[in-house]
């Protein structure tokens, strides 16, 4: 009964390579997000969905791409990835009406080599 | 933009006891929300609290309650009778009531490592 689940939950890879991570949510929200939580532990949006549209796309690098298949699942793509891409990634998603509280997966620590 | 400044970086309480973290945070809107997580070691992201702006009285949630000052743009999280399970990061965070899509995003503080100790 997971309400936010995230795959996987360690991704160990070398630089250059791409990598996808999963999110999915059973809440019945229709709004997703993605947040990157670096080594110095600062959370800070990249991006969200509302009904498989784009909403928010902060200043990030275009090798992150973000897909929306349905309302319960955003996924994160990362193309040629960099040193500086080792991060913890989450997924929170929440209803869209106005100040909802955001629930959050449990995280993906990317690590890369 | 919306900042958010949590200035402990780190905090110590002895179990039982109770602890203030403090948070500000710097805003022209009126109308916007203010939240603590909690991530423990595990690393998830739990909700402690929430609070509306519109709001006069401060939320409590058993033992968390906090001081919601909208003036002085403060809101510090207190926590009483301390457990071993509340050592973790505290996060506070900002939304805006804004009802377009960027105004949904979460600006968070840099986190104050709460230790408790017997």
């Known amino acids: 009964d997971t309400a936010v689940s995230q795959t996987p939950k360690y991704l160990v890879t070398q630089m250059g390579n791409d990598k996808s991570i999963k999110c999915e949510q059973n809440l019945g929200h229709d709004t997703m997000y993605w947040y990157k939580q670096d080594s110095k532990k600062f959370l800070k949006i990249m991006f969200s969905?509302?009904?498989?549209?784009?909403?928010i796309n902060e200043t990030v690098p275009n090798r992150f791409s973000p897909k929306s298949p349905d309302k319960a699942h955003l996924n994160l793509h990362i193309n040629s990835l960099e040193l500086g891409d080792s991060a913890v990634y989450f997924c929170?998603?929440?209803?869209?009406?106005?100040?909802?509280?955001?629930?959050f997966g449990p995280g993906t620590r990317l690590l890369v080599l | 933009a919306q900042t958010v400044t949590q200035s402990q970086p780190e905090m110590s309480v002895q179990e039982a006891e109770t602890v203030t973290l403090s948070c500000t945070y710097d805003t022209s809107e009126s109308d916007y929300y203010l939240f603590w997580y909690k991530q423990p070691p595990s690393r998830q992201m739990i909700l402690v609290i929430r609070?509306?702006?519109?709001?006069?009285q401060n939320a409590t949630e058993n033992r968390f309650s906090v001081n919601f000052q909208k003036a002085a743009k403060s809101f510090s999280l207190k926590i009483s009778d301390s457990q071993l399970g509340d050592a973790a990061m505290y996060f506070c965070?900002?939304?805006?009531?804004?009802?377009?899509?960027?105004?949904?995003?979460?600006?968070f503080g840099t986190g104050t490592r709460l230790q408790v100790t017997l």
């Open positions: 965070a900002y939304r805006s009531g804004g009802y377009t899509g960027t105004a949904s995003k979460l600006t």
């Open positions: 969905y509302n009904n498989k549209e784009l909403i």
């Open positions: 929170a998603s929440s209803p869209y009406l106005t100040g909802q509280t955001q629930y």
């Open positions: 609070q509306e702006a519109y709001k006069q």
